[in-house]
């Protein structure tokens, strides 16, 4: 019997996706893998609600342009709710590409608006405070003021983030956003992805820093610390301080022109949240998902619009597939959003001459299945039923058959 070391297989979710560009609606599809599959019912089954943040609580009275809520009731519910965050001065309209393409993987989708007029580069990239950024951030996730910045409790982006749950559970009883708060009201940080973009993808890693969420995000940025303008600096300390969700659970993705976000100083910020055990930094184009396994992923494609710091996530910046219509990062984000953080290490145990288990630690939302072939060339083959993740170890019995078998278990997600 051959067992090789351990195998991941990745099954892209064969999604319909609607994008808007240059005011015309064209029927797009994802690409999956080698296959591109349309299923025009999923897309029926999509639903965008348009929600002012001025509608789910009387004191916000300011950057009041709408959260975009997306729930595609036609493909079967993760129970995980993707909140994201758009760059300084953007608005969720601005991303509806990664919001439909999570929606379409089943999660409850959340384009959330918040007070982002300035960058916090020039707030705090030449503080002598080293605690600056930290402390600034702080002030616009949960409110708050120092010498920064002032933010009201109403405008932070927790009481934001709440008061649209609670208007779309009101709104929808049978959508089941309410899963998302607790008993008190609180933010169920656990069943959250947080991403954002620039300004919103330093907020991502700050917030799974300070609260357990199940992955954080991070599209081109970084929070660069220049103590009174001495150079060349270095990523913010909070970025390395221990937060309260694993390393696992933090990816990155930048353009390496960006000029707003250097290269040269993103690898140090990723070195900080430590994603380098994890893998070096990947070129997204010349490699396909899973990608190594790696949470720093990068690209060289020029973007839509000449964008270089939108093109990884921002509607009107990110390049085309060769269809002309698909995000050519859609894989990307399917697997920076159900990608599992690590491949599953397989222990095998004999039970007899004939007879013996593989088992492999599984994560939530994930299902296991164990297959088997006589030959590297041909198919694969289930054994037994599968197994839905749940963050214990998954059991397989297997028996070994002349002549010698390959054995592998896939993770669809």
């Given at each position: 019997?051959?067992?090789?070391?351990?195998?991941?297989?990745?099954?892209?979710?064969?999604?319909?996706?609607?994008?808007?560009?240059?005011?015309?609606?064209?029927?797009?599809?994802?690409?999956?893998?080698?296959?591109?599959?349309?299923?025009?019912?999923?897309?029926?089954?999509?639903?965008?609600?348009?929600?002012?943040?001025?509608?789910?609580?009387?004191?916000?009275?300011?950057?009041?342009?709408?959260?975009?809520?997306?729930?595609?009731?036609?493909?079967?519910?993760?129970?995980?709710?993707?909140?994201?965050?758009?760059?300084?001065?953007?608005?969720?309209?601005?991303?509806?590409?990664?919001?439909?393409?999570?929606?379409?993987?089943?999660?409850?989708?959340?384009?959330?608006?918040?007070?982002?007029?300035?960058?916090?580069?020039s707030l705090c990239g030449d503080l002598p405070d080293p605690n600056g950024y930290r402390d600034t951030r702080l002030a616009v996730i949960n409110g708050g003021t120092n010498a920064q910045i002032a933010i009201a409790r109403a405008d932070s982006i927790t009481n934001r983030l709440v008061k649209a749950l609670l208007y779309l559970a009101a709104k929808n009883p049978s959508q089941n956003w309410g899963?998302?708060?607790?008993?008190?009201?609180?933010?169920?940080?656990?069943?959250?992805?947080?991403?954002?973009?620039?300004?919103?993808?330093?907020?991502?890693?700050?917030?799974?820093?300070?609260?357990?969420?199940?992955?954080?995000?991070?599209?081109?940025?970084?929070?660069?610390?220049?103590?009174?303008?001495?150079?060349?600096?270095?990523?913010?300390?909070?970025?390395?301080?221990?937060?309260?969700?694993?390393?696992?659970?933090?990816?990155?993705?930048?353009?390496?022109?960006?000029?707003?976000?250097?290269?040269?100083?993103?690898?140090?910020?990723?070195?900080?949240?430590?994603?380098?055990?994890?893998?070096?930094?990947?070129?997204?184009?010349?490699?396909?998902?899973?990608?190594?396994?790696?949470?720093?992923?990068?690209?060289?494609?020029?973007?839509?619009?000449?964008?270089?710091?939108?093109?990884?996530?921002?509607?009107?910046?990110?390049?085309?597939?060769?269809?002309?219509?698909?995000?050519?990062?859609?894989?990307?984000?399917?697997?920076?959003?159900?990608?599992?953080?690590?491949?599953?290490?397989?222990?095998?145990?004999?039970?007899?001459?004939?007879?013996?288990?593989?088992?492999?630690?599984?994560?939530?939302?994930?299902?296991?299945?164990?297959?088997?072939?006589?030959?590297?060339?041909?198919?694969?083959?289930?054994?037994?039923?599968?197994?839905?993740?749940?963050?214990?170890?998954?059991?397989?019995?297997?028996?070994?058959?002349?002549?010698?078998?390959?054995?592998?278990?896939?993770?669809?997600?």
């Amino acid at each position: 019997v051959t067992f090789p070391a351990h195998f991941r297989l990745m099954n892209h979710k064969m999604r319909l996706n609607l994008r808007q560009k240059n005011c015309a609606r064209r029927l797009t599809t994802i690409l999956a893998g080698w296959l591109v599959i349309l299923l025009a019912h999923n897309s029926r089954a999509q639903t965008l609600q348009l929600v002012q943040p001025s509608q789910t609580d009387t004191n916000i009275t300011q950057f009041n342009n709408y959260h975009y809520a997306y729930l595609n009731s036609g493909v079967p519910a993760r129970h995980q709710l993707f909140v994201f965050l758009p760059g300084t001065g953007g608005a969720p309209a601005g991303y509806t590409d990664i919001l439909k393409t999570a929606a379409n993987l089943g999660f409850h989708t959340l384009g959330l608006m918040y007070e982002d007029p300035n960058t916090m580069n020039s707030l705090c990239g030449d503080l002598p405070d080293p605690n600056g950024y930290r402390d600034t951030r702080l002030a616009v996730i949960n409110g708050g003021t120092n010498a920064q910045i002032a933010i009201a409790r109403a405008d932070s982006i927790t009481n934001r983030l709440v008061k649209a749950l609670l208007y779309l559970a009101a709104k929808n009883p049978s959508q089941n956003w309410g899963q998302y708060l607790d008993a008190q009201s609180n933010v169920n940080w656990p069943l959250i992805v947080i991403a954002g973009h620039s300004q919103g993808a330093g907020h991502s890693g700050l917030i799974a820093k300070t609260y357990p969420v199940a992955r954080s995000l991070m599209f081109s940025d970084t929070d660069w610390w220049t103590p009174d303008g001495q150079l060349p600096g270095q990523p913010a300390s909070w970025i390395s301080t221990p937060g309260v969700t694993a390393a696992e659970y933090y990816f990155g993705f930048v353009h390496v022109q960006d000029p707003l976000i250097p290269y040269i100083e993103e690898i140090p910020t990723w070195n900080g949240y430590g994603l380098a055990q994890f893998g070096g930094p990947l070129l997204v184009e010349s490699n396909a998902a899973p990608f190594f396994g790696s949470h720093m992923l990068t690209t060289d494609v020029a973007p839509f619009d000449g964008n270089y710091h939108g093109a990884t996530v921002a509607d009107s910046a990110t390049p085309l597939a060769a269809d002309g219509v698909t995000p050519l990062y859609q894989p990307v984000w399917q697997f920076l959003l159900t990608g599992p953080p690590e491949p599953p290490a397989l222990q095998i145990t004999r039970q007899s001459a004939s007879q013996f288990q593989i088992s492999c630690l599984t994560f939530s939302n994930y299902t296991y299945q164990m297959q088997t072939a006589t030959n590297l060339r041909t198919a694969w083959n289930n054994i037994g039923s599968s197994a839905s993740g749940n963050g214990a170890a998954a059991i397989f019995n297997c028996t070994n058959t002349t002549p010698a078998q390959f054995f592998r278990v896939t993770v669809q997600y």
